[in-house]
């Protein structure tokens, strides 16, 4: 990969130095992973930083008996940078959830790059300050009903990771469970919620090629806030 296309896809290391940016490139490993391969364990956190080059991927944690789906990752996106700066334990894992191509770096030459970099560091703060308040918003999702709830998530993963086509904007066939997950919605709710959306002609679903297209995001926006209201 070229350093352009690199800090293209990766936003995070666009004000870096073309220095930095072949340094990073030289050092970073390659590796691939097949759907529904565990690439990081809950005890393996803290040795790399991993950037999703292509593919999709689910954080989840082990609650008692429960495998839970917290978050759904896509091209472009990154993890294992809070780890490598906060020693504590995780509680989580990563699966890949189709085929997924990631650059590792080890944890030593990540931190390298924040001390060299610090328009890097100020990325990297202002990503951790949306996640949380990502986390924020799922606080307060969860009085919206559930189709407003399902629906935000389809629309954020578009947003995020979506790839435009003629029909809508595409994303990875995500299972109604793990959907369910992170929508924290019933199985039963959100398989009757996307056949609603479907219905409505809001949502293709094409199980051959493993898309879910969502054919007018803006009307499913609407849809959310006439629901919320």
């Not at 073309?18 to 390659?30: D, F, K, Q, R, V």
């Not at 407003?148 to 979506?162: Q, T």
């Not at 409505?200 to 969502?214: H, S, W």
Request: hydrophobic content about 40%; overall charge negative.
């Amino acid at each position: 990969m070229e350093t352009r296309a690199f800090s293209e896809l990766f936003p995070l290391f666009n004000t870096a130095s073309p220095e930095t940016l072949e340094w990073l490139l030289s050092i970073a490993t390659e590796e691939e992973y097949a759907e529904k391969t565990t690439i990081v364990t809950e005890d393996s956190w803290g040795k790399a930083f991993f950037l999703i080059v292509s593919g999709w991927v689910k954080i989840q944690r082990q609650i008692d008996d429960h495998k839970i789906t917290q978050e759904i990752l896509g091209r472009g996106d990154f993890f294992g940078e809070v780890a490598i700066l906060d020693d504590s334990p995780r509680g989580t894992s990563v699966i890949a959830i189709s085929h997924v191509e990631l650059l590792t770096i080890s944890a030593q030459r990540f931190i390298q790059t924040l001390l060299k970099e610090p328009q890097v560091q100020h990325k990297l703060l202002q990503s951790t300050v949306h996640r949380l308040h990502k986390l924020q918003n799922r606080f307060y999702r969860r009085m919206q009903p559930p189709v407003s709830r399902l629906s935000k998530v389809l629309v954020s993963l578009a947003e995020n990771y979506g790839q435009p086509t003629e029909q809508g904007i595409e994303i990875y066939q995500i299972s109604e469970k793990d959907l369910a997950d992170v929508a924290e919605t019933t199985l039963a709710e959100t398989i009757n919620i996307l056949e609603n959306i479907q219905t409505k002609g809001l949502l293709i679903i094409d199980a051959e090629q493993q898309t879910i297209c969502l054919t007018n995001p803006k009307q499913l926006i609407h849809l959310i806030r006439t629901q919320s209201e």
